[in-house]
């Protein structure tokens, strides 16, 4: 019996590693650069998929053989794979790495889809319906950089050019679902329902001197979104306000903190991120502190926006 783990499937299963806190070494990696023949039986696959697989799409596997079996979708690859694609849990069983198996998943999905997905997959958390906020904190399973490495080595690959476009606009380390939504909306063209931002880093650190540690009882910051060179800094806010003393005095602090490290910090709550007309004031102040002007080049752009807005601010990918 030999198993291929790949697709959506090898994504739940890096998942479920970096959640339980036993991913695979750097030991797990194989130099082989084509598969097998697939050999397993449903039962067998299942039996081992059974412990991370919750997701209700069919088990996804690769073979280089045409198999058919209920709930289980094959992906045939007869070519040869970049090495390092592919990890192996035992002997019989291998898992795609997180760059192959978001190529495959990019095949298969809109664009869209696709980025909410690589957006998850290089940020901090896992949707998960169980937990209050809907997500989970857990370390990336991949990063942009680690993708387009990948790239430049499977352009053979289906799915390769696609991935490639997502990952041209996704960032590394979003911290949230709705950190995701904001970031794709600001940052966008306008021919998707953006407004083309330029890209800035996602939580990034602020290092603090030894006196603001002390003041503060902490030895950083991190800002949901930072434009370092315009020095301009947003937060999302999930509550809209906080009336407790202690979180606005805590507010305060940090403010005041970031404002000595000569940052302008602007603040994106739930219900301005909800709205069209404050999601677009905020990206003009954006804008206008880095020295440009929101430009919609997109005569479908009002459409556009709608369908981005509905799709990641109710996306559960």
Known sequence: MTIYITGYTALEYWRWQMLTGTCLDRSAKTKATRLGRCSETP????????????????????????????NIHFHLITQELPPNSLFKINSKVYVASPELALAQVANAESFIDTLLIMFEACGHYTLDNSDT???????PLTSIKKLHAFTKHAKSIYGIKALCKAA???????????????ALLL??????????????????????????????GKQFLRVDMLWEKAHIALEYDSDAFHCDSKDISRDSRRRNMLELHNINVLTLTRDELNSIDDT??????????L????????????????????????SHH
Request: proline share 5%.
């Open 43 to 70: 039962n067998e696959i299942k039996e081992f998929c059974n412990s991370f697989h919750q997701d209700s799409r069919p088990i996804h596997l690769a073979c280089a053989n045409k198999r058919n079996y209920p």
């Open 187 to 216: 940052t966008l063209p306008s021919r998707y329902g953006g407004y083309g931002l330029e890209k800035p880093k996602l939580n990034e650190k602020i290092e603090l001197s030894k006196s603001q540690q002390h003041a503060l």
């Open 133 to 139: 906020r809907g997500f989970r904190q857990r370390p």
């Open 291 to 314: 020295g440009k002007r929101l430009r919609i080049r997109s005569d479908g752009f009002v459409q556009a926006r709608y369908a981005l807005r509905n799709k990641v601010l109710s």
């Open 168 to 182: 041209h606009n996704a960032i590394d380390g979003s911290a949230s679902p709705r950190e995701t939504a904001a």
């Open 280 to 289: 677009e004031r905020i990206a003009k102040l954006i804008a206008h502190g």
